[in-house]
């Protein structure tokens, strides 16, 4: 069974920092991983897709890395601003072609100061 | 607005009572999900529709849940009966499937259904 770990649970930096967010996942068996925003009390923005067979995509001032092998992705954030305070999540799509459930790490809550 | 649209967007029921919500997912859309999620997790999958065939369920949809799909756009996720464990939020999310079978673009998701049972 596929197993998501998202590290820290919980970040706070000031204004201005870049900063990483880890994804870990049990299964390398998977066709995509997604990184998803989530503000308090909505529903979940995608990020950021990558494909099993690729590295990295970029989008602004997020970038989004996967080492398939190892079982892990990063979500770098550059120069953070007090609007990217929210909950990040990454969610993995399994190769099965008979599954196509998302499976879902528990979230990073991050706030970032003023 | 073409995005993801859930109703109610909170629901506060009675133990014991019936409750339905209803998702539009964006038009074009042929895959149609369902997750529940509870304060400080993520979301969990409970089933998935392909147009109208419903192709996979999860094992956290007990018998008292039932979700439709009747014409391959909008769908239906009712809890019966409802116990005070059903209290979470359940998202609708849809996708196109890509031409090769895979899901070739990304998963989007509503603002989501708050359910309080008391």
């Known amino acids: 069974k596929q197993e998501v770990t998202q590290i820290p649970a919980a970040l706070s930096v000031p204004e201005g920092e870049n900063l990483v967010l880890n994804c870990s996942f049990t299964d390398s068996a998977i066709y995509n991983l997604q990184w998803f925003r989530q503000d308090p009390g909505k529903g979940l923005t995608s990020l950021l897709l990558?494909?099993?067979?690729?590295r990295e995509q970029t989008s602004g001032r997020l970038n989004a890395s996967l080492d398939k092998s190892s079982g892990r992705s990063t979500l770098y954030i550059a120069a953070s601003q007090p609007g990217d305070s929210a909950t990040y999540l990454c969610?993995?799509?399994?190769?099965?072609?008979?599954?196509?459930?998302?499976?879902f790490g528990s979230g990073t809550r991050l706030q970032v100061q003023p | 607005d073409t995005g993801v649209s859930q109703d109610p967007r909170h629901k506060i029921t009675k133990r014991g009572q019936n409750v339905t919500f209803r998702c539009d997912p964006i038009s074009e859309h042929n895959r149609l999900y369902w997750y529940r999620q509870t304060l400080g997790q993520g979301p969990e999958f409970l089933t998935y529709f392909q147009n109208e065939a419903q192709l996979e369920k999860s094992r956290l949809l007990s018998d008292r849940f039932s979700a439709e799909r009747p014409k391959g756009s909008f769908s239906t996720l009712e809890i019966q009966h409802t116990e005070q464990g059903d209290s979470a939020m359940y998202l609708c999310a849809s996708s196109l499937m890509g031409s090769s079978g895979r899901p070739g673009n990304t998963i989007y998701f509503g603002e989501g259904s708050w359910l309080t049972v008391v």
């Open positions: 969610a993995v799509t399994p190769l099965d072609t008979g599954r196509r459930a998302l499976t």
């Open positions: 990558i494909q099993s067979s690729q």
